[in-house]
């Protein structure tokens, strides 16, 4: 996911994708744990995801305050 399709998103529409992103996250540790993921870049991908969902989520929260 590129940054610029997550700052065209609304804040529900961030929060729905925060909320996937960690549950994806939970599902790809447990995988991790009994040896059964086949891809662990994508717990890298995942996280970095969720870190620039709340990256924007920042921002849009300092911009209503102001």
């Given at each position: 996911?590129?940054?610029?399709?997550?700052?065209?998103?609304?804040?529900?529409?961030?929060?729905q994708?925060?909320?996937?992103?960690?549950?994806?996250?939970?599902?790809?540790?447990?995988?991790?744990?009994?040896?059964?993921?086949?891809?662990?870049?994508?717990?890298?991908?995942?996280?970095?995801?969720?870190?620039?969902?709340?990256?924007?989520m920042?921002?849009?929260?300092?911009?209503?305050?102001?």
């Amino acid at each position: 996911m590129k940054a610029t399709e997550i700052r065209e998103m609304s804040a529900a529409e961030l929060n729905q994708k925060l909320t996937d992103l960690k549950a994806e996250l939970f599902n790809l540790r447990f995988q991790h744990a009994i040896n059964q993921l086949d891809n662990p870049m994508r717990i890298k991908a995942v996280k970095k995801d969720i870190a620039r969902i709340k990256t924007v989520m920042h921002a849009l929260e300092l911009k209503n305050v102001q």
